[in-house]
């Protein structure tokens, strides 16, 4: 834990230049396998930088863990480093704390850094950053309801968003040809409500990442939504029809690019499955059409 503390203490004075610094005759920043910078422009349009280091103990050359070096828009740096998987839980609790501290002022710190560090490092610490957690663990009723909660926004016809909970028999939403891409609107014939229970949710968080990798750094154009719903609603993937809860890390589901307004695919980067606590769960019936808008994702129609 002493190290940890005293490491983020290290700064690098010039991220384009410093690839190699002692400090204290103890320790060592190095270049993260010579990478160049990440920089990354969320759907915000504010480019965010990026470098990785490993931080490594002189004696012996025992690397400790990778130090993440964030830079704002405005120059503002922020430092957090990511521990060697054989740490004990106390320093992982304190980067865990870190990197929320972080993303309570930078907004979607953690998902860059997700990015980043999926690209970069071991899946093992990927798992790690999220907590390890293992989603079958979690209690919670897997039933036939086959649904989301009341809070996901649904696209209506007019390209508002309204809450799923407040979609009343009669209003107009957006649903798309899967196989054309193309989007018109139909009528909402009814609003389905099961009642409360501790429904287990699956989460996706899905990325647009477009990569412009130069000789002196990598440009990202980073685009995210997340999506959640009972584990077995459907939902359409490159490779047909799928539950969400059988969908993986990696595969596509097609969403709005609200930036450009159209249909494109997204891919899974984290998948969790959790207890949603005590809450009604809503599913629209459509008049046609096969599929909805969710909080820009497209589903299918139950």
Request: overall charge positive; glycine content about 6%.
């Amino acid at each position: 834990m002493a190290e940890y503390t005293k490491g983020k203490t290290y700064a690098i004075a010039d991220l384009d230049k410093d690839t190699y610094v002692k400090f204290d005759n103890a320790y060592v920043l190095d270049r993260y396998e010579s990478r160049k910078p990440y920089f990354i422009t969320g759907s915000d349009n504010l480019k965010k930088r990026i470098d990785l280091y490993k931080f490594i103990a002189k004696e012996g050359m025992q690397e400790i863990g990778t130090m993440v070096f964030y830079t704002s828009e405005t120059g503002k740096k922020y430092q957090a480093l990511v521990p060697d998987f054989t740490a004990d839980a106390k320093v992982w609790a304190a980067y865990f704390q870190d990197i929320d501290d972080i993303n309570k002022v930078e907004k979607n710190f953690i998902l860059k850094l997700s990015y980043v560090l999926s690209k970069e490092l071991s899946f093992q610490q990927y798992k790690v950053l999220n907590n390890g957690k293992d989603m079958k663990e979690e209690s919670a009723t897997y039933g036939n309801d086959i649904c989301f909660p009341g809070d996901e926004l649904v696209t209506m016809s007019n390209g508002s968003k309204k809450l799923l909970k407040d979609v009343k028999s009669g209003d107009e939403v957006i649903t798309i040809d899967p196989l054309t891409r193309k989007s018109s609107a139909t009528r909402v014939k009814e609003l389905t409500v099961h009642a409360a229970k501790n429904y287990a949710l699956t989460r996706l968080v899905l990325i647009s990442a477009k990569e412009n990798n130069t000789i002196s750094a990598i440009g990202v154009i980073l685009r995210a939504k997340v999506l959640q719903a009972t584990p077995n609603h459907p939902m359409a993937t490159k490779e047909g029809r799928l539950k969400i809860g059988d969908i993986n890390i990696g595969q596509q589901v097609l969403c709005l690019n609200e930036q450009t307004g159209k249909y494109e695919a997204y891919t899974v980067l984290q998948k969790n499955e959790l207890a949603g606590g005590v809450q009604n769960v809503y599913n629209i019936v459509a008049e046609k059409g096969s599929t909805i808008l969710m909080n820009g994702v497209m589903v299918l129609q139950k």
